[in-house]
């Protein structure tokens, strides 16, 4: 026998490996020098977007770095240097400084790139924002390594608009590209590819940018919505909850919201729970987190329960479902980003699930069967514009509760603390920074040039959307564009004050005399302010909620005349309000006067009676014909009953009431009604049987009083005063009473000043 061995050398390493081995090393310490070089020139041009030398040199250091990627070997691609480079994409794209298009060379060579090389799509991600590069590749066409990183590109919300016409680019932008990958996601969510893909896309997707666009957002919210659901509940999909007939008990509704602090999510929700008739709702609030404020507590004591849910999404849910609703609303936005009021809604907890004006577009989720709006805010077409069905209250959309934490201003606030000549012509907004796009800069400007020495005093960078703002870009952008239009920088006013209550921004807005609304997302709470102080108000009307609202409201106040539809007729109505002082004096008349007498967005009385009265119709509306009926049926849902509104229907409402026996839910409506009201007698009258029935003695007399001073030949309300007088024990008030009575009945004149004196003494 003979044995063969076999001898194996070792391999040899080919001729060109040590020059590629050192290539490689050479470009990674190249491309690791250059990324720290971009960063240190990103942190200066953010430092001060108006530095021009700052701006350059991160322009020359983004194509430098760019440049080396498009040269880097492409087979290298696990290199430990690449971790460095996403994460740069990552910073650039959060950052805001590729908000700005592309001059023209560098878009020129981007437009050279080749994309199919994923070295050279990485250069598109370090040179531009994704929003405006129509030809960045759909997902599919991208290394599956790299999707979390190219889905994060994609999906990052620039910081704010720089050109006139953005905002629907960036809308369509997003639309191709949700589509693209929900369809990714509903094929394959369990490729690592596509779960880091959608991964990226919940952490920072973010719609609020979308709300300046001026379509309906329906198809973008259902592509949101679709994949929100595969994440977050795909395996609850089927639950199912059914209506019970309502007939002999009261309905069970609860509120959920992230918190019930100071903000105005807040402030919008109250008005449609407070005041809740008792025997009707058994009203339960649900917070995520509880931070014990005035104004949190001022909501407990309006409902029966409140209830702060568990940490985990899977306890939130568990624990509503307990709670055996048969109707939940959600009071916090779930449409800007993924919060846990989102993936709560996500889940069915209640037969009947509601979205009220919180959220800005519609939900696109299939477990929110409601949206609430108001028949003054929609459109005849405005159903098509929502998942949900859609519910109208009759008026606004919108009601506030702002007395409930009402705190007084810190200072008042004069043109010549700001810096303004008396005589000028102040233009005033709240509007938050990301409304004023670049159209609303252009047509401020226009406005401004048009009325010469005037002055436009701007607050935009509250806190509701965000806790970091761009000042100087801002600043440093608007008066580029007042520079076209001749207008010199010094006419702007731009407030960068954190004030300390809501009440602080009203006084500050009160400088103003006029205050302009944004346009094609409006402005509805900060519209508040300015009519508080009866400073007159335009708006400009587009065809979506959102660029209704703060139309709906000056219609409830019948200032139709300052609704805007174009560019045109805002510059003409705000010019011609500006140049005519007498019309602007008579116009804040107007205004005061409707506000002195509970507009209807102010009136909670009137929204938690139509918000009631609403949920009451869609909950039967499915209780008889089941969920699905109930959100084919693409008309909207309107309450059958009528809300009493009207100082008159109160009144009566308030009496039926009391001769149901129902004294306390009395008091509240006759209340109501003398707030409407300029001097009846009678209806003092009516109010103090209801305190008295109610067992609110004082407050009775005091009611009395009030009425008999306003007539003092009315002999029921003496008759009362004997009944309240005797029932006090004040027996000589009683008998001088009766004395009153007899008097008055031969003779209408008598003299009754001093028993009124007597009067005023017992009920103190």
């Given at each position: 026998?003979?044995?063969?061995?076999?001898?194996?050398?070792?391999?040899?390493?080919?001729?060109?490996?040590?020059?590629?081995?050192?290539?490689?090393?050479?470009?990674?310490?190249?491309?690791?020098?250059?990324?720290?070089?971009?960063?240190?020139?990103?942190?200066?041009?953010?430092?001060?977007?108006?530095?021009?030398?700052?701006?350059?040199?991160?322009?020359?250091?983004?194509?430098?770095?760019?440049?080396?990627?498009?040269?880097?070997?492409?087979?290298?691609?696990?290199?430990?240097?690449?971790?460095?480079?996403?994460?740069?994409?990552?910073?650039?794209?959060?950052?805001?400084?590729?908000?700005?298009?592309?001059?023209?060379?560098?878009?020129?060579?981007?437009?050279?790139?080749?994309?199919?090389?994923?070295?050279?799509?990485?250069?598109?991600?370090?040179?531009?924002?994704?929003?405006?590069?129509?030809?960045?590749?759909?997902?599919?066409?991208?290394?599956?390594?790299?999707?979390?990183?190219?889905?994060?590109?994609?999906?990052?919300?620039?910081?704010?608009?720089?050109?006139?016409?953005?905002?629907?680019?960036?809308?369509?932008?997003?639309?191709?590209?949700?589509?693209?990958?929900?369809?990714?996601?509903?094929?394959?969510?369990?490729?690592?590819?596509?779960?880091?893909?959608?991964?990226?896309?919940?952490?920072?997707?973010?719609?609020?940018?979308?709300?300046?666009?001026?379509?309906?957002?329906?198809?973008?919210?259902?592509?949101?919505?679709?994949?929100?659901?595969?994440?977050?509940?795909?395996?609850?999909?089927?639950?199912?909850?059914?209506?019970?007939?309502?007939?002999?008990?009261?309905?069970?509704?609860?509120?959920?919201?992230?918190?019930?602090?100071?903000?105005?999510?807040?402030?919008?929700?109250?008005?449609?729970?407070?005041?809740?008739?008792?025997?009707?709702?058994?009203?339960?609030?649900?917070?995520?987190?509880?931070?014990?404020?005035?104004?949190?507590?001022?909501?407990?004591?309006?409902?029966?329960?409140?209830?702060?849910?568990?940490?985990?999404?899977?306890?939130?849910?568990?624990?509503?479902?307990?709670?055996?609703?048969?109707?939940?609303?959600?009071?916090?936005?779930?449409t800007a980003v993924t919060n846990e009021v989102t993936r709560l809604a996500l889940h069915r907890v209640a037969p009947l699930q509601v979205l009220n004006n919180s959220s800005c577009i519609t939900s696109g989720l299939p477990t929110v069967d409601l949206y609430v709006s108001g028949d003054l805010t929609e459109t005849p077409e405005a159903a098509g514009h929502f998942t949900e069905r859609l519910g109208l209250l009759p008026g606004p959309t919108h009601a506030f509760?702002?007395?409930?934490?009402?705190?007084?201003?810190?200072?008042?606030?004069?043109?010549?603390?700001?810096?303004?000549?008396?005589?000028?012509?102040?233009?005033?907004?709240?509007?938050?920074?990301?409304?004023?796009?670049?159209?609303?800069?252009?047509?401020?400007?226009?406005?401004?040039?048009?009325?010469?020495?005037?002055?436009?005093?701007?607050?935009?960078?509250?806190?509701?959307?965000?806790?970091?703002?761009?000042?100087?870009?801002?600043?440093?952008?608007?008066?580029?564009?007042?520079?076209?239009?001749?207008?010199?920088?010094?006419?702007?006013?731009?407030?960068?004050?954190?004030?300390?209550?809501?009440?602080?921004?009203?006084?500050?807005?009160?400088?103003?005399?006029?205050?302009?609304?944004?346009?094609?997302?409006?402005?509805?709470?900060?519209?508040?302010?300015?009519?508080?102080?009866?400073?007159?108000?335009?708006?400009?009307?587009?065809?979506?909620?959102?660029?209704?609202?703060?139309?709906?409201?000056?219609?409830?106040?019948?200032?139709?005349?300052?609704?805007?539809?174009?560019?045109?007729?805002?510059?003409?109505?705000?010019?011609?309000?500006?140049?005519?002082?007498?019309?602007?004096?008579?116009?804040?008349?107007?205004?005061?006067?409707?506000?002195?007498?509970?507009?209807?967005?102010?009136?909670?009385?009137?929204?938690?009676?139509?918000?009631?009265?609403?949920?009451?119709?869609?909950?039967?509306?499915?209780?008889?014909?089941?969920?699905?009926?109930?959100?084919?049926?693409?008309?909207p849902v309107r309450s059958l009953r009528a809300t009493p509104l009207s100082r008159d229907a109160r009144r009566a409402h308030g009496n039926t009431l009391l001769a149901h026996g129902r004294a306390d839910r009395a008091v509240t409506y006759l209340l109501a009604a003398l707030q409407q009201d300029d001097g009846t007698a009678a209806l003092w009258l009516d109010m103090a049987k209801a305190l008295r029935a109610n067992g609110q003695i004082r407050d009775a007399l005091?009611?009395?009083?009030?009425?008999?001073?306003?007539?003092?030949?009315?002999?029921?309300?003496?008759?009362?005063?004997?009944?309240?007088?005797?029932?006090?024990?004040?027996?000589?008030?009683?008998?001088?009473?009766?004395?009153?009575?007899?008097?008055?009945?031969?003779?209408?004149?008598?003299?009754?000043?001093?028993?009124?004196?007597?009067?005023?003494?017992?009920?103190?």
């Amino acid at each position: 026998m003979r044995i063969m061995s076999l001898t194996v050398a070792p391999p040899q390493p080919a001729a060109s490996a040590p020059d590629l081995n050192q290539e490689v090393a050479g470009q990674s310490e190249a491309l690791s020098s250059q990324l720290k070089a971009l960063g240190v020139a990103l942190a200066a041009t953010l430092a001060d977007a108006t530095d021009a030398v700052a701006r350059e040199r991160f322009s020359a250091e983004r194509r430098t770095l760019a440049g080396r990627l498009c040269a880097w070997p492409k087979r290298e691609r696990q290199h430990p240097v690449w971790s460095d480079v996403r994460l740069m994409i990552g910073r650039l794209a959060a950052s805001g400084a590729q908000d700005f298009p592309l001059d023209t060379a560098d878009q020129a060579w981007v437009a050279g790139l080749p994309l199919k090389d994923w070295t050279g799509l990485t250069a598109l991600m370090v040179m531009s924002a994704a929003w405006r590069q129509p030809q960045a590749p759909r997902i599919a066409q991208v290394p599956d390594a790299w999707w979390g990183t190219y889905t994060e590109w994609l999906f990052t919300s620039p910081q704010g608009f720089t050109e006139p016409g953005d905002a629907e680019l960036h809308a369509r932008h997003v639309r191709i590209h949700l589509e693209d990958l929900a369809g990714w996601v509903r094929k394959n969510t369990g490729s690592a590819a596509v779960r880091a893909a959608a991964e990226s896309y919940l952490r920072v997707g973010n719609a609020i940018q979308l709300y300046f666009a001026e379509g309906s957002m329906r198809e973008h919210a259902e592509l949101r919505g679709a994949i929100l659901r595969r994440f977050f509940a795909e395996r609850d999909a089927d639950y199912e909850m059914f209506a019970s007939p309502r007939a002999g008990r009261r309905l069970r509704v609860g509120f959920v919201n992230r918190h019930f602090g100071s903000q105005t999510e807040t402030y919008t929700t109250i008005p449609s729970f407070e005041q809740l008739d008792p025997e009707r709702f058994d009203v339960t609030l649900f917070t995520c987190r509880s931070d014990r404020s005035a104004l949190e507590q001022y909501c407990r004591s309006k409902v029966a329960a409140f209830e702060v849910l568990p940490a985990d999404l899977s306890g939130q849910v568990a624990a509503l479902r307990a709670a055996s609703l048969d109707v939940v609303v959600f009071g916090t936005n779930v449409t800007a980003v993924t919060n846990e009021v989102t993936r709560l809604a996500l889940h069915r907890v209640a037969p009947l699930q509601v979205l009220n004006n919180s959220s800005c577009i519609t939900s696109g989720l299939p477990t929110v069967d409601l949206y609430v709006s108001g028949d003054l805010t929609e459109t005849p077409e405005a159903a098509g514009h929502f998942t949900e069905r859609l519910g109208l209250l009759p008026g606004p959309t919108h009601a506030f509760n702002y007395e409930a934490d009402r705190q007084a201003p810190v200072r008042a606030w004069t043109k010549a603390d700001l810096g303004i000549p008396e005589d000028s012509i102040v233009f005033a907004s709240a509007a938050n920074y990301f409304k004023v796009i670049p159209e609303m800069r252009e047509a401020w400007a226009r406005l401004l040039a048009a009325v010469p020495g005037s002055r436009l005093l701007l607050h935009p960078f509250n806190p509701n959307w965000s806790s970091d703002y761009p000042i100087k870009r801002f600043c440093s952008e608007f008066e580029a564009v007042l520079a076209r239009h001749g207008v010199d920088h010094n006419r702007l006013v731009v407030s960068t004050m954190k004030l300390p209550s809501r009440s602080d921004v009203s006084a500050l807005m009160s400088v103003g005399d006029l205050y302009l609304d944004t346009a094609p997302f409006g402005g509805v709470n900060s519209l508040v302010d300015p009519l508080e102080a009866g400073v007159p108000v335009v708006v400009w009307e587009g065809a979506t909620m959102r660029a209704r609202m703060g139309a709906a409201l000056l219609r409830s106040l019948g200032l139709d005349e300052f609704i805007a539809t174009n560019l045109e007729s805002y510059v003409a109505i705000s010019t011609g309000l500006a140049t005519a002082a007498g019309h602007r004096a008579e116009v804040s008349a107007r205004i005061k006067a409707a506000m002195e007498r509970a507009p209807q967005f102010l009136d909670t009385l009137a929204a938690s009676d139509a918000f009631g009265d609403l949920i009451e119709a869609a909950y039967d509306d499915i209780a008889e014909h089941g969920l699905a009926a109930f959100r084919r049926d693409r008309s909207p849902v309107r309450s059958l009953r009528a809300t009493p509104l009207s100082r008159d229907a109160r009144r009566a409402h308030g009496n039926t009431l009391l001769a149901h026996g129902r004294a306390d839910r009395a008091v509240t409506y006759l209340l109501a009604a003398l707030q409407q009201d300029d001097g009846t007698a009678a209806l003092w009258l009516d109010m103090a049987k209801a305190l008295r029935a109610n067992g609110q003695i004082r407050d009775a007399l005091q009611s009395l009083e009030a009425g008999l001073r306003l007539d003092q030949t009315l002999v029921p309300g003496w008759e009362m005063l004997v009944e309240l007088a005797e029932l006090a024990g004040n027996a000589d008030l009683a008998a001088e009473a009766r004395n009153v009575i007899t008097t008055l009945k031969p003779k209408p004149k008598a003299d009754i000043s001093g028993v009124l004196g007597k009067l005023r003494a017992a009920k103190s």
